[in-house]
């Protein structure tokens, strides 16, 4: 069955960095759009970056362009997102998902948009 695992969070001091992971399995990430979106407290799910698996297209929010990338190792049907010079308000519980289609790699799309996501992980920034 389809399953998307994060890993790599953590707490971390402002300024610092840390490298998210999302495995996929059940599935091949060829034609899909890969994102991540983080969660705070009390707060809606924002989108934060997405990669587009056919071309490599990447798609950055504002509030983390400059600082965070993402990228792909095919061959490990995962995707990173390496998030540098982190600040307190980058706290929160970060999550990965795909669909497949092409139109959704794009600025701000909606979670409504990803059809598989997983569980999350928690980035702490102090």
């Known amino acids: 069955h389809v399953q998307l695992v994060e890993s790599g969070g953590g707490s971390v001091q402002a300024g610092g960095s840390l490298r998210l992971s999302c495995l996929a399995s059940?599935?091949?990430?060829?034609?899909?759009?890969m994102g991540w979106f983080r969660q705070g407290p009390g707060k809606e799910r924002d989108w934060v970056a997405s990669?587009?698996?056919?071309?490599?297209?990447?798609n950055l929010g504002d509030s983390v362009k400059g600082r965070f990338t993402m990228t792909l190792d095919t061959a490990e049907q995962t995707v990173h997102l390496l998030m540098n010079n982190l600040k307190p308000e980058d706290s929160a519980m970060y999550y990965c998902?795909?669909?497949?289609?092409?139109?959704?790699?794009?600025?701000?799309?909606?979670?409504?948009?990803?059809?598989?996501w997983g569980q999350g992980t928690q980035v702490t920034v102090s």
């Open positions: 998902a795909a669909v497949r289609s092409r139109y959704v790699c794009r600025d701000n799309p909606s979670t409504g948009e990803f059809t598989y």
């Open positions: 059940g599935f091949t990430l060829s034609n899909r759009c």
């Open positions: 990669i587009y698996i056919g071309d490599g297209q990447t």
